[in-house]
């Protein structure tokens, strides 16, 4: 990513240490270019993931419920990551970016969100919202 409309779009956090943050370029002559990176020293450093299977630079990206709810003394239940890339896909990861999963036929979302691992919306084109939950 070195263009000038190459970079970070979007960040997560879920605690005060562990984040993901995602980008790309928006120069559509270069459509394999998402990235994801994680950090876990509250963002100082990030190190890059394993390439989300989307296309295009990725607008946002959430966590899945909240750390320490459930799911282990860590709360591993709020590792699920889902990114959106607009006409590129989506995509989520139980790993922070280790492990991707396409969501199959959603395109052209731009954001992301959950109050809970059963309510999260993707927002996009033509005011489009719909309803995902894991």
Not at 1 to 5: A, D, F, G, N, R
């Given at each position: ?5 190459a ?6 956090f879920?605690?005060?240490?562990h ?15 998402a ?25 946002g ?8 709810t ?13 990114i959106?890339a607009?006409?590129?896909g ?9 492990t991707w999963?396409t ?9 992301v ?17 719909l309803?995902?939950?894991?």
């Open positions: 990513m070195s263009s000038p409309s970079g970070a779009f979007t960040v997560a879920r605690d005060p240490w984040g993901i943050v995602g980008g790309g370029d928006l120069d559509p002559s270069d459509p394999n270019n990235a994801t990176a994680t950090s876990n020293d509250g963002g100082q450093t990030w190190n890059l993931t394993n390439a989300p299977p989307v296309t295009g630079a990725i607008f990206l959430s966590y899945v419920g909240r750390a320490g459930g799911g282990g003394p860590e709360g591993d239940d709020g590792r699920a990551v889902v959106t607009n006409a590129g989506a995509a989520w990861t139980p790993d922070e970016g280790n999963f969501l199959p036929g959603v395109t052209g979302y731009w954001a969100a959950f109050a809970s691992p059963k309510a999260g919306w993707l927002v996009g084109v033509g005011g489009t919202i309803k995902i939950s894991f």
